[in-house]
């Protein structure tokens, strides 16, 4: 255990560094998604990837993947991102608690090897299963293994994320990663509570959907222009006592502590300003969290479900990382004995469904490389919160800080 604690501390600044790239990748996302459309996608995920990638570059290539990651060494990113492995993912199979499972992949074309180095961080740090497969004349073939691979890793909610004719005969290397989650809620909703109310679009429509209710105490704050709301998961051994207050508190020693947070803007269509905000300002998620559970007045938030799926390379080069997809840069670390590999898609896809008892979700990064260019890869007040209009949802573990997930809800009503 003091093991963990020494871990948390000595990465404070690395974990500051992940929740501020999270929310980078979420300013760029949300308010440039041309569809205006619920999106779900799992920061933690890109960023494994995007840390094997560093592991396996050098010059200008590493230069910007260390600076887009807000890392000094690669060796701070290994043993940051090895460690959630063994941290935040432990005993991720236990029935009594969180279900949380993250494995790595990587397929290599037959004619080729890794890079010592970089095969001894893929085996030990990322403990990456390696397989290889016949790209120059079976690719079609291996981008079916690989999606087979992420569906079972995923149990069964990523499907398809390579579509057809994503990998070629040029194709030598694939990274992959998936991610899956599952948790009960700590207090879980009453079913028979549920009651449709109208949920208001951005465009000023309103659409009716089911809402979950409760009553009693919430972790609830309110700042300026929105409100941010913490709904626990029940972890494996946890234990709960008065907090003086009127509510509970609960601790969980030995265990990883997950819980979602749903930042509610104001206005009802204040929720680009907020967008912008949470990634614009340095430290935002650690100094918004609701630390006290007070009494609420109303108190609904909507049932939802849905995927969202998105091509990263064009949205990458656009915040400043394009030299992993350039060929006079590239990737010269990965593989031994031979020309510089470049990346050319990174496929990422996630799911979640939110209902009385709890959440389900999951997502995975894809990653191709080809020879010479591509790799792919509160005070004591009644408090109202009724998320009626489109808001910010996270999936985080409390005690090191990590981001699994981050969404918006624009519509409840659609999948």
């Known amino acids: 255990m003091a093991q963990d604690h020494e871990f948390i501390k000595d990465t404070k600044q690395s974990r500051d560094g992940q929740s501020d790239v999270s929310l980078t990748l979420a300013k760029h996302l949300l308010l440039n998604d041309d569809k205006k459309s619920n999106l779900i996608f799992s920061p933690i995920s890109i ?53 949380l499972s993250l494995a790595n992949g990587v397929w290599l074309d037959k004619s080729s090897s890794l890079n010592p180095r970089f095969k001894h961080v893929v085996d030990n740090l990322y403990k990456a299963a390696c397989h290889q497969v016949d790209f120059r004349n079976k690719f079609e073939e291996a981008r079916l293994l690989v999606n087979s691979w992420v569906e079972k890793e995923t149990n069964g909610l990523v499907r398809k994320i390579l579509p057809p004719k994503s990998l070629s005969s040029s194709t030598m290397l694939v990274l992959a990663n998936a991610l899956y989650f599952k948790a ?40 300026d222009g929105f409100k941010a709301l913490k709904l626990p998961y029940a972890p494996v051994d946890w234990t709960q006592k008065p907090n003086g207050k009127g509510g509970w508190t609960y601790s969980c020693d030995k ?10 803007p104001d206005a009802k269509d204040g929720l680009p300003a907020l967008v912008e905000k949470a990634g614009s300002e340095s430290g935002f998620l ?28 064009e949205a990458l080069k656009t915040i400043g990382l394009d030299s992993p997809f350039d060929p006079e840069e590239g990737l010269r670390e990965m593989v031994a ?5 470049i990346v050319s898609k990174i496929y990422h896809k996630a799911f979640i469904e ?54 918006q809800v624009l519509d409840p009503s659609t999948t």
């Not at 509570?193 to 309110?222: A, C, E, W």
């Not at 004995?337 to 590999?341: D, I, R, T, V, Y």
Request: charged residues 20%; hydrophobic residues 45%; aromatic residues 12%.
């Open 255 to 264: 265990k990883p502590i997950f819980s979602m947070y749903i930042f509610l």
């Open 354 to 407: 939110v209902n009385e008892e709890g959440t389900v979700a999951a997502a995975a990064t894809v990653v191709e490389e080809q020879l010479g260019f591509s790799l792919t890869e509160i005070k004591k007040v009644m408090i109202d919160f009724v998320a009626d209009h489109p808001f910010l949802v996270f999936i985080r573990e409390d005690k090191t800080g990590m981001v699994l997930f981050i969404g």
């Open 286 to 313: 650690d100094r918004h969290i609701p630390s006290e559970s007070v009494l609420v007045g109303q108190f609904r938030i909507p049932k939802f479900k849905f995927e969202y799926k998105i091509e990263l390379s």
């Open 184 to 223: 009960e809620w700590m207090e879980m909703f009453d079913p028979d509570d549920t009651k449709d109310y109208d949920f208001y679009l951005l465009n000023g429509d309103s659409v009716k959907v089911p809402f979950m209710r409760m009553r009693g105490h919430q972790y609830i704050s309110v700042f």
């Open 47 to 99: 960023q494994i990837a995007l840390s094997l990638l560093a592991a396996g570059s050098s010059g200008q290539t590493l230069d910007q993947l260390l600076t887009f990651l807000k890392a000094k060494t690669t060796d701070e990113l290994n043993y940051l991102y090895s460690h959630v492995v063994d941290l935040v993912f432990v005993d991720g199979s236990l029935a009594n608690g969180p279900c």
């Open 337 to 341: 004995h031979g020309a510089p590999l």
